[in-house]
């Protein structure tokens, strides 16, 4: 229908202007609302030093399992409550999102870098290498992430490079996957084939003309698979194995809470709807992000 | 044409599963806990000599390749080996114990997965921003959204202890447990009909099993949801209903089945990450399963347990990676030329 | 010929865009005789699509038929309730689209398509079903009909599709045809032949076909009467012959301009200046007013009804108000 086409057709002629992209998404009050929570927790976590009322390892034993602050039985020092230890919750998760957006991002850039990079490659030069980096996908994709992470983890010890190195194990895959297929696309391109008629060197063509064209959708699934890591890494620190126990971490307060979850509720619970709550704000946010930046991939 | 299509697939499953192997082997074997010492640990004082001669009969003085070499003959035929953190036990005696365990909870978590997010991507599909695609949207985005262990013990918190509704841990009551026939509870107790056991069996696989299904059914729905928005707008929809055929048949027949196809794929990704998710999901609720089996075996250095539990799981990946192609090539004919 | 097979009287359908109401189909009046072949010419999206649609009563959220009547055979389809129009549609009324491959559904086999028309329509089942659906390949000339019978959408070739679809939608034996522009997918030898199937099912059958457009040629050389539309109502209809020799309206005027004749190079190619009108936002007057080269002032100041001129021919412009001054046939604001 000559009406349905033409409103698409305006969408992505805005969209296609940075100004219009921006526009478009500061549109989406879902996506800027779940946006700003997520700059608020990284603020928290960035300030956390100077916002915790407590130390977050200091120990209360006078106040253990303290309840939060709507309970008759409250004390009023501690916000959230207290855990066994008598450690403050509010600060301890105040620091846990230190940690998880820390590592989020820094895994999700690792990831990001080696498996787009790689996906380039085989993309555009295919060959042997293409090949046998198939073979090695292929391989990967059938280890389940957590018997990996388990043994590293269990061999290295609390180890936050091990940490890192564990979660970015099978996160790359993705990346690599969508490099690699837009790049399969944009080498047959016409824009390709002018540059390359030009006289344009290989390493030219893959970081000035295609790498531009590329970047939308790695920087959605950059935010989509942050998502993912934050709760792999919250898993693997419930399990006890993921951030040293020294350092506060949503999913070790999870797991420190699971044997006073029939009364003192709330030590279990509070960390889990932090984790909720970041996860869902970085979701909602890379949606908007996908419905702006790449349509293509767009769910509706 | 269907041999060829199994033969092939099959055949890429080999480097897949060599590759698999020679990577827990690694790790395994560069991991500085020493099984042997694990094992004798308890015993007391040990001298060197009792020390090597227990490594030389598990054969761990010979060189890597050697080692490799032994486990990979051995691991065909399903010869794992003793456990070093079950007295020795064979591995396999082992791993058959707990696998049904494992497989009827995942077979539950998918089957409540599947019949609960294809039904409901398909009713959120037809009425686009309506209330059902709404909520169903929110549901969704909440179920990836939360951390499976999270979601267990708030599970386990209402339902178990505050309400008292179901047990929060274990697979069945004590003494209730049916004749094993297949292992798997649930069917020993239709096969013998006993109702009480059968009743105490599901009681105890909804809570693990919600827990683990609601990440999967999150995204399946949406799956579903986007693809049945896409097919409904084809042109043969139209075409379809130009045929005078009851809306029923066009959304029921012509636009499932298309839109089951990318469907399909995701159901095998979300699938592979279940059983990842079973291990966390079994720690949580102390389910006799092969997830805790792995975690706990981990953590004790019993390489040839956890080398079997990765090799079933890996199986099981690639098993089900061939389903997903075979089930594509059922759905569309397109594919099948290949 | 006591009365039109199908007699369309000022339907209109809107659409709700993000920028307002589309009133897409405006008013637009078309009668279609038992056995004749009416073509509805004009550029895209001028809604002859939406036409056909809104005659089918296939059209859909955000589009809504707001209003006139569509006479089929004595009845209004626009008061019939969905389950009346789905015993109707495929049966007595059948609609084959413009591309082939996109509207046979490419994950069943070709048999599987025919059959369940047949079977819904209560026409055949089982392996008579199989045998009626032989024979209809067969008649529509395609090869070796039993193998194609099992056959998928993407194994086919472009004719033959529109093949299957012609087969899918004449095996009820309706009484109206609507092809939505059935030649436009595919290159010129595959639409000469389309075209003289549709030409033999019209003789074989008394099919009355609605054949939507843009092709001029394809006008000229298969239909009785052809009415021409433009931003969402029908500016003229007449019998072929006459509106290619001797069109009346400014529009059809510039489009029969538009179209190169053979052994006349020496006629120039005159395009039409200017463009479509903005659908959600329109002027008062007549549609045509802007790009019109005999534009007056009332024709900017309000819409010129549809004046008669003679047997079969109207024409919606005031150049022809004093001509034939019978009462106006419909009139739109």
Same mark, same amino acid.
């Given at each position: ?141 059938a280890f389940p992430?957590?018997i990996? !992470?388990?043994? $590293?983890?269990?061999?290295? /010890?609390?180890?936050?490079? @091990? #940490? %890192? *190195?564990?979660?970015?194990?099978? +996160? ?91 009364? !003192?509720?709330? $030590?279990?619970?509070?960390? /889990?709807?932090?984790?909720? @709550? #970041? %996860? *869902?704000?970085?979701?909602?946010? +890379? ?14 | ?12 499953l080999?480097?897949v599963l060599v590759g698999v192997s020679f990577i827990v082997f690694?790790?395994m ?42 486990f990979l003959?051995n691991a065909a035929?399903g010869n794992f ?10 591995v396999g005696?082992?791993v058959?114990?707990?696998f ?175 059983l ?14 092969l997830?805790?089996?792995a ?8 390489y040839p347990l956890v080398q079997a539990v990765v090799l079933i799981y890996a199986i099981s990946y690639v098993l ?19 | ?333």
């Open positions: 229908m000559a009406e349905r086409v033409s409103e698409e057709e305006e969408l992505e002629s805005v969209a296609a202007t940075t100004p219009g992209m921006l526009r478009l998404l500061l549109g989406n009050r879902v996506a800027v609302t779940a946006g700003l929570v997520v700059i608020a927790f990284f603020a928290i976590g960035l300030l956390a030093g100077v916002l915790t009322p407590h130390d977050p390892n200091a120990q209360h034993p006078e106040a253990i399992r303290a309840a939060p602050f709507w309970r008759a039985d409250a004390d009023a020092r501690f916000l959230l409550g207290t855990d066994s230890l008598g450690r403050d919750l509010l600060s301890r998760m105040m620091y846990g999102a230190r940690v998880s957006i820390l590592l989020g991002v820094v895994v999700v850039l690792l990831t990001l870098v080696v498996g787009a990079g790689l996906g380039m490659l085989a993309g555009y030069f295919r060959g042997r290498f293409d090949v046998v980096m198939s073979r090695v996908v292929d391989t990967l994709l992430f957590l990996f !992470a388990l043994a $590293i983890m269990a061999a290295t /010890g609390p180890n936050l490079v @091990a #940490l %890192v *190195l564990a979660l970015a194990f099978k +996160g790359w895959v993705d990346f690599y996957r969508v490099a690699r297929g837009d790049v399969l696309a944009a080498r047959a391109a016409d824009y390709v084939t002018a540059a390359r008629g030009l006289g344009a060197s290989t390493p030219h063509i893959l970081l000035r003309e295609i790498l531009p064209n590329i970047v939308p959708p790695l920087i959605v699934l950059a935010t989509l698979r942050m998502a993912t890591i934050i709760i792999a890494e919250a898993s693997l620190s419930f399990l006890g194995i993921g951030v040293p126990p020294s350092i506060p971490a949503w999913g070790t307060m999870v797991a420190d809470g699971r044997a006073d979850v029939g009364s !003192a509720w709330w $030590i279990a619970t509070f960390p /889990g709807l932090a984790i909720l @709550a #970041l %996860v *869902l704000s970085v979701n909602l946010f +890379g949606e908007g992000l996908r419905d702006v930046l790449d349509p293509r991939m767009r769910k509706t | 044409m269907w041999g060829r299509f199994f033969a092939q697939r099959l055949l890429q080999i480097p690694l790790t074997h560069l991991t500085p806990g020493d099984p042997v010492e694990h094992m004798l640990g308890q015993a007391g004082r040990i001298t060197q000599e009792q020390i090597d001669e227990l490594r030389a009969h598990y054969g761990l003085d010979r060189p890597l390749i050697v080692q490799y070499g032994r003959r035929v080996g003793p456990s070093y953190s079950h007295q020795g036990r064979d005696a082992v058959a114990e707990r049904p365990a494992t497989l009827e909870l995942t077979l539950f978590a998918f089957l409540v997965a599947i019949l609960f997010a294809i039904p409901a991507g398909v009713v959120a599909s037809l009425r686009p921003q309506g209330t059902f695609d709404r909520t169903a949207t929110v549901a969704a985005l909440l179920g990836i959204s939360m951390p499976g262990f999270w979601l267990g013990i708030v599970l386990m918190m209402v339902f178990g202890l505050r309400l008292g509704w179901l047990p929060i841990s274990g697979r069945i009551e004590l003494g209730l447990a049916p004749l094993p026939t297949t292992g798997l509870n649930t069917v020993d107790a239709l096969v013998a009909a006993d109702g009480a056991a059968l009743w105490s069996a599901v009681k105890h696989l909804i809570l693990p099993g919600l827990a683990m299904a609601a990440p999967m059914a999150a995204m399946v729905m949406r799956m579903v949801r986007s693809s049945m928005i896409g097919v409904l707008g084809q042109d043969y929809i139209q075409f379809a209903r130009a045929k005078g055929l009851p809306e029923r048949t066009v959304v029921g027949k012509h636009a499932l089945r298309n839109a089951l196809i990318p469907t399909v794929n995701i159901v095998a990704l979300q699938t592979g990450l279940l990842s998710g079973n291990m966390i999901i079994e720690t949580v609720f102390q389910y006799p399963g997830g805790k089996l975690v706990d075996a981990i953590a004790a250095a019993d089900l990676n061939l389903g997903a192609d075979a089930l594509h090539a059922v759905l569309d004919p397109r594919v099948r030329a290949a | 010929m006591s009365r039109p097979l199908l007699d369309v009287r000022e339907l209109s359908t809107q659409f709700s865009t993000y920028r307002g109401l589309l009133p897409a189909v405006d008013g637009v009046d078309l009668s279609v005789e038992s056995g004749e072949t009416l073509a509805l010419v004009g550029e895209s999206g001028c809604g002859k699509s939406v036409t056909a649609l809104s005659i089918m009563r296939l059209v859909r959220r955000p589009g809504r038929i707001v209003g006139g009547e569509t006479w089929f055979d004595g009845e209004d389809l626009l008061r019939k309730s969905q389950a009346e129009m789905r015993q109707l549609r495929g049966d007595r009324i059948a609609m084959v689209f413009q591309d082939p491959l996109s509207t046979l559904n490419p994950t069943f086999s070709v048999e599987n398509q025919i059959v369940e028309s047949l079977r819904i329509h209560g026409v055949a089942r089982g392996s008579a079903a199989r045998e009626h659906s032989v024979s209809l390949l067969e008649a529509m000339g395609i090869p070796a009909a039993p193998e194609r019978l099992r056959s998928y959408p993407h194994e086919l070739s472009g004719g033959m599709r529109q093949r299957v679809m012609l087969a899918i939608a004449v095996s009820c034996e309706p009484e109206l045809l609507i092809a939505d522009e059935p030649t436009t997918a595919l290159d010129v030898t595959l639409q000469a032949q389309i075209m003289d199937l549709l030409a033999a099912l019209k003789q074989e059958r008394r099919l009355a076909i609605l054949l939507i457009t843009h092709d001029l040629g394809v006008v000229s050389q298969f239909s009785d009467r052809a009415a021409v539309m433009y931003a969402g109502h029908i500016v003229e209809q007449a019998p072929v012959r006459a509106l290619l020799e001797e069109p009346l309206h400014p529009y059809a005027r510039g489009l029969l301009r538009c179209v190169p004749r053979l052994g006349r190079p020496d006629i120039p190619l005159t395009p039409i200046e200017g463009s479509v009108p903005d659908m959600v936002n329109l002027p008062p007057g007549c549609r045509f007013a802007p790009r019109c080269p005999e534009v007056m002032e009332r024709c900017w100041e309000s819409m010129p009804p549809l004046y008669d001129q003679g047997p079969g021919r109207i024409v919606r412009c005031y150049l022809f108000e004093a001509a034939e001054q019978a009462a106006p046939a419909q009139g739109t604001a």
